[in-house]
């Protein structure tokens, strides 16, 4: 069985450990986990490994965030792989910091990554992962707010919700959504 993950976020140092970044940081700590070696790739970084019998390809899509769905788009055709096997992993500022949603499918709420990502796909149904970063910031600041570096005590608490995202992650790949989103949604 063959499993597509896709942190979502900006190439770029100015990017780098951005609130926008938070899929690229989360599957940068899952490649790591693995000893996966990222490879620069058809609109994407790309890595892959197996887990109990899954072969799991990460992608990290180089086209910044406005344009992700054309590397999904790419990917998923490439490696034949269905949209439910597929998993997106997302900033959310309308969910706390810290905390985690799964969901099977489900509107792109503003997120333009995931706008285009339904637009080259053709729809709303595929899973995502969106991983909190809170809405702490002044009316009309929300660019600033998400294209802006995490505080001193989010990156202290990073690790933590970036090991449970990754648990989620590997849950989808081997329980299904449906379990995985019963055990760890918050």
């Given at each position: 069985?063959?499993?597509?993950?896709?942190?979502l976020g900006n190439i770029g140092p100015e990017y780098e450990l951005t609130r926008h970044n938070?899929?690229?940081?989360?599957?940068?700590?899952?490649?790591d986990k693995f000893n996966a070696e990222w490879k620069s790739d058809r609109l994407a970084f790309k890595t892959e490994f197996k887990h109990k019998g899954r072969n799991i390809h990460v992608i990290k899509p180089t086209?910044?965030?406005?344009?992700?769905?054309?590397?999904v788009n790419y990917w998923m055709k490439d490696l034949s792989i269905p949209k439910e096997n597929i998993l997106v992993i997302v900033d959310e500022v309308a969910i706390p910091f810290g905390k985690l949603r799964m969901r099977a499918k489900g509107s792109a709420a503003g997120h333009n990554?995931?706008?285009?990502?339904?637009?080259?796909?053709?729809?709303?149904?595929?899973p995502r992962l969106r991983m909190g970063i809170g809405d702490d910031f002044p009316k009309g600041r929300q660019v600033d707010f998400v294209l802006g570096k995490f505080t001193e005590g989010e990156f202290a608490?990073?690790?933590?919700?970036?090991?449970?995202?990754?648990?989620?992650?590997?849950?989808f790949c081997t329980i299904g959504?449906?379990?995985?989103?019963?055990?760890f949604n918050d």
């Open positions: 069985m063959k499993y597509l993950i896709i942190g938070i899929g690229f940081l989360t599957v940068d700590r899952l490649a086209t910044y965030m406005n344009l992700s769905g054309k590397a990554g995931l706008k285009n990502i339904e637009a080259l796909t053709g729809g709303q149904n595929y608490e990073l690790p933590i919700m970036m090991d449970k995202a990754i648990d989620m992650i590997l849950g959504i449906a379990q995985t989103m019963t055990q």
